[in-house]
């Protein structure tokens, strides 16, 4: 053997790894593998993906004919309740007269009895215990796995709840839905010319808080108080116009709905209110919203005179993707709780896909790529793309407007 021959038969050549492979080879599997990697993971992302979106849509049709069951037992629409931080009160009914919101009333219909009744026969010594039971009870269907699980998280210690034997009760934990129902077109900005048909119900001297837009240039607007016959007069017909103060329209419902003090202050402010809907407490405005589930609301599926296949029942909700474990003021109540953006949306703004670090706390939206779901009057639901056109989405919200649609394919 030459002394060359030697050399190599007494070591490993520096190009060849272990295994008989050379590392230039070694590396080509490597980066083989990556690209597979690579090619192969968005494709199981996606399949997950969808997978979650197909069981967000049977947790929404869950809620709808929940919702439908609701109407055909008692004839009416479930209410969304007095106010954002008023709870549930299990001895009365699902009507104009029940404190805690929509979904704390279809809960008997949604096989989940035993979180409405954990409030049921509550007494002062018990009632604490008994509602953070009752904010705490799971119902899987109002929570889209895209986005969190059905399980308690931490609620803002800054909100004080109201129940019959409470004023201002914590609840540090709680349910939160993800799906909303479905409150009309115009959320915290009712146009001007509602004004019209208040002046059917209140006196005209009552003074109106609104937002002037002199020539339609938002840049001069301005909030304005007169009286509700001189509002009505001077400022029907201005397209910007809308009732409440300026820089309102992105606001969470709850800065505008005030809780009534009690039970009594309750069924008072709903003994005088026009078709059951709640007269606001800053001059008397009729709260007319145009959708399916208002404060102090009683609407009948007769009422919904665009069709039922063409309006919004129940929808997601927009939050924050960065604020699923709180932080979103569209998204701090407990789902049981009366009317708020945390469980009633609008259709004023397009629905939005979930974006970090900013809150919309009125607009429909979802954290799916594909769009977000929404179940209509009839039960259908169907997933619905981000771009929907804004006029229509309005007209889906609206239950009456007389605006002919097509849905969305």
Partial sequence: MSSTHAFFAGRRPGGVAPGGFTVIELLVVCAVVAVLAAL????????????????????????????????????????????????GVAERSSDSGQPGGWIYSVLPFIEATDVHDAVAGTTAATSAAD??????????????????????????????????FNASLSIPSGIVSDYAANGG???????????????????????VTFCHVPGNDPTKQNTQTLSLSATEQGHDGHALDHIGPCFSCGNDMATFAADPDSLSQGDQWRAINPFG??????????????????????????????????TYLVGEKYVAANRYDGGDSGDDRVMVAG??????????????????????????????????????????????????????????????????VSRPE
């Fill in 40 to 87: 192969v993971l968005p494709a199981v992302q996606g399949a997950r993906e969808s997978a979650r979106l197909t069981t967000c849509r049977n947790h929404i049709k869950q809620v709808a004919t929940a919702v439908l069951h609701h109407e055909q037992s008692l004839r009416h629409l479930p209410s969304g309740g007095w106010g954002p931080n008023w709870l």
């Fill in 131 to 164: 509602y953070r039971a009752c904010a705490a009870g799971v119902v899987a269907a109002f929570a889209c796995p895209s986005r969190r699980t059905s399980a308690a998280r931490s609620l803002p210690g800054s909100i004080a709840y109201r129940t019959p």
């Fill in 185 to 207: 077109s115009f959320a915290t900005c009712p146009p001007i010319e509602l004004l019209e048909k208040a002046a059917a119900f209140v006196d005209g001297s009552t003074k």
């Fill in 277 to 310: 809907r709640l007269v606001l407490p800053d001059g008397g405005i009729p709260d007319l919203q145009d959708g399916l589930v208002a404060r102090m609301s009683q609407v009948p599926v007769a009422s919904v005179r665009d069709g039922l296949s063409n």
């Fill in 339 to 404: 009317y708020s953006s945390s469980t009633v949306r609008w259709a004023y703004d397009p629905p939005a896909a979930d974006a970090p670090g900013q809150s919309q706390p009125n607009v429909f939206g979802s954290g799916h790529r594909a769009g977000w779901n929404a179940a209509f009057a009839d039960g259908s639901v169907q997933t619905i793309g981000f771009a929907i056109d804004p006029a229509l989405h309005k007209a889906l919200a609206a239950r009456a407007d007389g605006t002919v």
